[in-house]
């Protein structure tokens, strides 16, 4: 299985590596840590629609791409989700 990873900034200017669950232009969630102690964690668009923020354990965390970006990688992913099934 593939592992999906994005890199994130702290509120301090750190970058931070973490695993991706679920990626949808609505939200992001994702894993810190591994093991028995990671955190999920799950990131919203920004009003403007350039970044997405969120918050784990009172640290603010920024993924540093817009809405229209997220979607066009979920579309490289998996075109086949894009598509229109006949019914």
Do not use: F, W
Request: some cysteine.
């Amino acid at each position: 299985m593939n592992v999906e990873k994005i890199k994130v900034r702290t509120e301090n200017g750190q970058a931070m590596e973490v695993v991706v669950l679920s990626k949808r232009a609505s939200g992001i969630e994702i894993v810190l840590g591994e093991g028995v102690h990671n955190v999920k964690c799950t990131l919203a668009p920004t009003r403007n629609g350039l970044a997405y923020a969120g918050s784990v354990m009172g640290r603010e965390l920024v993924y540093q791409r817009s809405r229209e970006q997220v979607q066009a990688d979920i579309d490289i992913l998996n075109p086949a989700l894009r598509k229109s099934r006949p019914r």
